[in-house]
């Protein structure tokens, strides 16, 4: 009997560690706007899921009615640049990091474009402010790690 309880024991803690992991994954990534401010939250996931699907369809005004225009680009420079540019198949936001600076949010994750054939995503952000109730975001672009003599993507894995 007590060879079955040793037995069964050593069973469970195996199994528990393994559960555990997946439900702090899958709550990590509920959890990566949790330093934003509550009533801030719902907004940011809804503005990035727009931005996110308009960048999908190539519905370049709907990209710079949602972006910060402190650049000062017009609409129509705007449009012509991001024409040229591949079209967003994904974006998986996995960090959201706060920019002290100016009070920003930079959103980290894994985005995948159209005309890449590896079929990998690579290490993309995204950059939010909050300002008169509403996010103004960037568009997703690809992060670049390196030096100054050479920087590169990284890629990041996109099921």
Excluded at 35 to 46: S, V
Excluded at 62 to 87: A, C, N, P, Q, W
Aim: some cysteine; overall charge neutral.
């Amino acid at each position: 009997m007590n060879n079955l309880l040793v037995v069964f024991t050593i069973a469970m803690l195996s199994v528990v560690p393994s559960t555990a992991r997946q439900q702090s994954s899958g709550s990590e990534q509920e959890d990566i706007y949790r330093k934003i401010p509550e009533d801030q939250q719902e907004p940011l996931k809804q503005a990035l899921n727009k931005l996110v699907e308009a960048e999908k369809a190539g519905d370049w005004k709907s990209v710079y009615d949602s972006i910060d225009k402190r650049s000062g680009e017009t609409e129509d420079k705007f449009i012509t640049k991001m024409k040229g540019l591949h079209l967003l198949r994904e974006f998986r936001p996995s960090k959201v990091t706060f920019m002290p600076p100016d009070g920003s949010w930079n959103i980290q994750g894994c985005a995948s474009f159209e005309g890449d054939r590896t079929g990998r995503g690579q290490i993309a952000s995204v950059h939010a402010r909050w300002e008169n109730s509403q996010w103004l975001l960037s568009p997703v672009a690809i992060d670049l790690f390196g030096s100054e003599k050479k920087m590169n993507p990284r890629e990041c894995p996109i099921p």
